[in-house]
């Protein structure tokens, strides 16, 4: 019997020599040197090109995407500020209009190699009108993606009237996760309890956690410290991720080198967004200023997992992105000084094999036999040529079937006076 599906002459990531990859009732049942005797339904040729796992936008705000403008810009570039305009985007609202928006921006990061996305869902809205749209696109979309869906209190869990209860009831209509945002309540006291509260229903439905923490430049927002003491004393090891903790930029090192450790003693992730991170901090200084981006390469050194968001895609925070995880990467890249060869190396599997172990599906997530054939062509021969590139991505791949494809573009040089027949194709590599 013929394979669905055959790739021939594909580039592995961290594999030396090409590969034939064959993939049978959406799975890969094959991956060899060679196939010699193989035939197949279908067959690509994948010409060196780099054959990837789908990249993973670990952290992203579906229910905002698209609103840049409404009502109005983001004018001072700070966090608070689009906090307030997204508070006078909310009550305008609807259904479809959250659909609509969300299906175009997964679209969007589908098209670009994105195969997992974790949204954050703003649960501060007594009818949770946001949530119920994109609980009907995380089954809408299935096909093409994997949608997780967390329960975000925006204004805060205890400073937000009946909080508990709507972050309760997010849970029970079907959030995969618990989320919280323990530096925005209007207390120490009560950003400590948005902590316990965020695992004590974690405890209750048995769901992993994701917080936005200590997003913010001050170095005395210390609710990351609170994260992982609770993780250890609740024994929630491995199911815990802080968002963002930009204050780690600010914090001395003899306190980050205390909580990197502890961090990694709670086997927490950590997740940057270094779109919103670089733009959103930093906004109080004069000069110095400082990058907003949490310690990406110190964490990586002290054993914590750390994995990459796009977060905002043209809303009230970001006014720009199309969805391209990729070019977070090259950003984090630049941003965190991981420009060796090595390092170049590591900031590709914080889209990829690390972003899978802080949504937890790396059981059956990555190119290997008998996994679901999820995967993306890119018109770039490896990772380093990849984040230098951010090329094409040729052919996008779900459990075998493909959802995506996008053809290179091309260059023409010539001389002065030279005819297209006799001018040189540019490519980059």
């Given at each position: ?19 034939d990859i ?204 609170v994260m ?55 906004r109080f ?145």
């Open positions: 019997m013929p394979y669905d599906l055959l790739i021939r002459h594909a580039q592995l990531p961290n594999r030396q020599g090409l590969v064959a993939i049978q009732d959406g799975r890969f049942v094959r991956i060899a040197p060679e196939l010699l005797n193989g035939s197949a339904r279908r067959e690509i040729d994948a010409a060196g090109h780099l054959l990837s796992p789908p990249f993973i936008d670990a952290h992203v705000h579906l229910d905002a995407v698209l609103t840049v403008g409404q009502p109005r810009y983001n004018e001072t570039g700070t966090l608070l500020e689009g906090i307030q305009i997204w508070s006078e985007r909310k009550p305008d609202l609807t259904h479809e209009d959250v659909k609509r928006r969300a299906l175009e921006a997964i679209r969007w990061e589908v098209a670009q190699g994105t195969g997992y996305i974790r949204s954050h869902v703003d649960v501060c809205d007594p009818k949770l009108t946001a949530l119920r749209a994109l609980l009907e696109v995380r089954e809408e979309v299935r096909d093409i993606c994997e949608l997780q869906l967390v329960a975000f209190p925006q204004d805060g869990i205890l400073s937000f009237p009946g909080g508990r209860e709507l972050m309760r009831k997010a849970m029970e209509l079907g959030c995969d996760i618990v989320g919280g945002i323990p530096h925005y309540e209007w207390t120490r006291d009560m950003g400590v309890e948005d902590v316990h509260y965020v695992f004590e229903l974690a405890k209750e439905f048995q769901r992993d956690i994701d917080c936005h923490c200590d997003e913010t430049d001050d170095p005395h927002s210390r609710f990351t410290e992982a003491a609770d993780t250890l004393m609740q024994g929630w090891q491995g199911r815990v991720t802080a968002s963002h903790c930009t204050a780690m930029g600010s914090y001395d090192n003899a306190y980050s080198f205390k909580l990197i450790r502890l961090l990694a003693q709670a086997q927490m992730n950590v997740i940057a967004n270094p779109f919103d991170n670089i733009v959103l901090q930093g200084d004069s000069y110095p200023k400082r990058r907003g981006v949490t310690r990406v390469k110190e964490l990586l050194a002290g054993g914590v997992n750390v994995s990459l968001g796009h977060d905002s895609i043209m809303d009230p925070w970001f006014p720009l992105g199309r969805g391209d995880m990729l070019a977070a990467a090259q950003q984090a890249l630049f941003l965190c000084h991981m420009s060796g060869y090595e390092e170049i190396q590591e900031i590709f599997e914080l889209i990829t094999n690390r972003a899978a172990r802080t949504l937890r599906v790396q059981d059956r997530y990555g190119i290997d036999e008998g996994k679901p054939a999820d995967f993306l062509l890119l018109d770039a021969p490896s990772a380093f040529e990849a984040l230098r590139l951010l090329p094409a991505r040729l052919h996008v791949f779900k459990a075998g079937h493909e959802v995506a494809s996008t053809a290179p573009a091309q260059s023409i040089v010539r001389r002065v006076g030279e005819n297209e027949g006799t001018a040189v194709t540019y490519r980059p590599y």
